[in-house]
């Protein structure tokens, strides 16, 4: 069992950063692939950045390149999500997820769908304002 709670969210305006984290608790957390969603009032949930175990592999939807960064501190158990340039459309409640534990063999792989992840934390508001 995993145990994720996101932290960081807040109130920025438009053109503004942010930085949420991802603690883990519970089993280790260097052998789960960890996704960063977002969910907008009345939208589905979908994927934002996608990691590996390894930190070596990432997977950015595209209205996020180039603006944010997804970044993991295996011995902190820590998974981070870095916003910059932050629109009006990125507002939204921010979950981490965790799919795993993965094998060894599987280390590079990591995953864009919200059915693939096994674990979710309790979700972060991210509110962008114009």
Do not use: H
């Given at each position: 069992q995993v145990q994720l709670v996101e932290s960081?969210?807040?109130l920025v305006q438009a053109g503004g950063s942010l930085r949420l984290?991802?603690?883990?608790?519970?089993?280790?957390?260097?052998?789960?692939?960890?996704?960063?969603?977002?969910?907008?009032?009345?939208?589905?949930?979908?994927?934002?950045?996608a990691m590996n175990p390894?930190?070596?592999g990432a997977y950015y939807a595209d209205s996020v390149k180039g603006r944010f960064t997804v970044s993991r501190d295996?011995?902190?158990n820590t998974v981070y999500l870095q916003m910059s340039s932050l629109k009006p459309e990125?507002?939204?409640v921010y979950f981490c997820a965790a799919h795993g534990?993965?094998?060894?063999?599987?280390?590079?792989?990591?995953?864009?769908?919200?059915y693939e992840?096994?674990?979710?934390g309790q979700g972060t508001q991210v509110t962008v304002s114009s």
């Open positions: 960081g969210g807040g984290s991802c603690a883990a608790s519970g089993r280790t957390s260097s052998s789960y692939a960890m996704g960063w969603f977002r969910q907008a009032p009345g939208k589905e949930r979908v994927i934002v950045a390894t930190g070596g295996n011995a902190k990125d507002t939204a534990p993965l094998q060894m063999w599987r280390s590079y792989y990591y995953f864009t769908g919200t992840y096994d674990y979710w």
